[in-house]
């Protein structure tokens, strides 16, 4: 391939990338994702895993019969 | 059209009327099961394989007759075949299933058609088993971290087409309005790897471009494959777990995205700098130089969030062992990407390039940052996905010990054995040589003392010439005051100690593989006598401060 094209092809594929940077930037702005910040915090705990309860440990020793301690 | 309208039906959530579009967690872990468990198996599988061929690859470096006579296990074999098989099979394995599993919970949306990411696991796993075959058979390329041969790009592109399609789907499907930072992560992954991928293989392979633009692709690849998809993959999972697990939210949800800005816009620039001294255009090097200073940035921001929020909690994060190791991980990402900066400026390149630095500082990104962030995600995982509990805490512990002591101790001697080897090939002695008019000889039965602070690798032979005293027909040359044989002796202590590392690393996986495999072929009648797994949240559930 030419030299020309390596550089079409880059010009193409940077642009494309960096129009999809400020794309989503722009979306994400336009969507509240930058200025709500205390909600997307939170975002991770739900009625099922709610915050404030610590959701791993390890497991306990196995009792010789098999069942756990 | 019709069969169009009801495919988009039926992945839309709640399409069904008998299910709620926003699922519980545990309806969300049900569908990723049996694909998470297929992405999961072949990881730790592919993790085993790639340890094998990592200590048979140490071996040769200390011992290079050990199965030289075997032409399928000679070191340019195996060692290509240890990077494709803990890259591409562990590594990437490891991330589709942490990630899908992340991105199905945080847009708390069932995956469907789970069918259909089987099959992309199996074309996936398949092209990477044929193209480690290829390796070993003589068909791999000269391309670091692109040896698989070409033949099953196809392969690979389709399975991972349909795998981030999957993952797109559940991100527009989404149930939840804020997208998380970890979503960022993950979604850009998706997107940045097919980009980094295809440039690759077009301009290094399928229509290679000439001369050092080649080499300039390979590292722009190489480094970008870490930086914008095993980086975001391991980012996205601490952002995940420590806080999920802690019961916290994150100390700065905005600095988590200013770290993500950061790094999305430096990261991709930062590959050019390992070609300083290279035959490439001075300009193109200053800006990958700069890049990587730059990376400082989403990196020191990051380690403020994760310290942050772990502050005041260690006892917590000592208790778990998802934290154990994520916390492991998101330490070594501060420290991987500080080296890595440190690495691109010149004067620290000039001695660290080519040398076992460079190997040392790879494996403190794939393996203490993101390998040790992906094994604390499975920790969490699967007692998740088949809603029962490792089998046994020893195993985790020795697992985690193991894997602690046994990278720190590879970076180490790698790293100061490199520095060592890496002053050592460049280090200058000045001689008095003889001039004639066609040549300048050395005169070896003559050679002066000349002290090491004499030798600078920027002085002229003008300088020392004061220092040396030569004969009238004679003046003062730079030689290399080490020749090459004697600087790759020095190294090999280094290397007995790197070979010690990776038997350490090779018992952490082997406890690892016995404690995921007796989890997952557990016999039914044993887990319903242990009642339900303690991991789960009903189970244990410890009161913490939030903050």
Known sequence: ?69 | MSAIGSFYSSIKPGSSSDVSERAKLSEIDASMKWPALLFLVSAALWLLAGTFFAMVTAIKMTNPAYLADVEWLTFGHIRSAHLNAVIYGWSFNAAFAVGLWIMARLCHSRIRHTAILMVAGCFWNIGVSIGIFGIFAGDMTSVEWLEMPTYITPLIAFAFALIGVWAVIAFRFRQSSPVYVSQWYILAAIFWFPWLYSIAQIMILFEPARGTVQALTNWWYAHNLVGLWLTPIGLASAYYFIPKVLGVPIHSYYLSFIGFWALAFFSSWAGASHLIGGPVPAWVISVGVVASVMMILPVVVTAMNHHMTVRGRWNQVWISPTLRFVVFGAISYTLVSVTGAAMALRQVSEITHFTHFTVGHTHQGVYAFFTMIMFGAVYYIMPRLLEREWPSAMLIRTHFWCCASGITLMIVSLMVGGWIQGTQMIALKPVPVVVTENAATPTNAEQPKASTEQVTTTATSATHSAAVQTAPDQEVKLLPKYEFIEVVRNTIPWLHLRSMSGILLMVGHLAFAINFFWMAVKPKEQRDREGKPTLLVEENTQSVSAK
């Not at chain 1, 030419?2 to 880059?10: Q, R, T, V």
């Not at chain 1, 709500?36 to 991770?44: C, N, Y």
Request: net charge positive; glycine share 14%.
């Open chain 1, 1 to 69: 391939m030419e030299w020309s094209n390596y550089i079409l092809l880059g010009f193409l594929g940077g642009g494309l990338f960096f129009a999809v940077a400020a794309w989503a930037f722009r979306w994400a702005y336009k969507h509240g994702q930058l200025t709500d910040f205390d909600t997307g915090a939170k975002v991770i705990f739900d009625e099922e895993e709610p915050a404030g309860t610590a959701k791993d440990c390890f497991p306990p020793k196995r009792s010789k019969k098999g069942k756990g301690a």
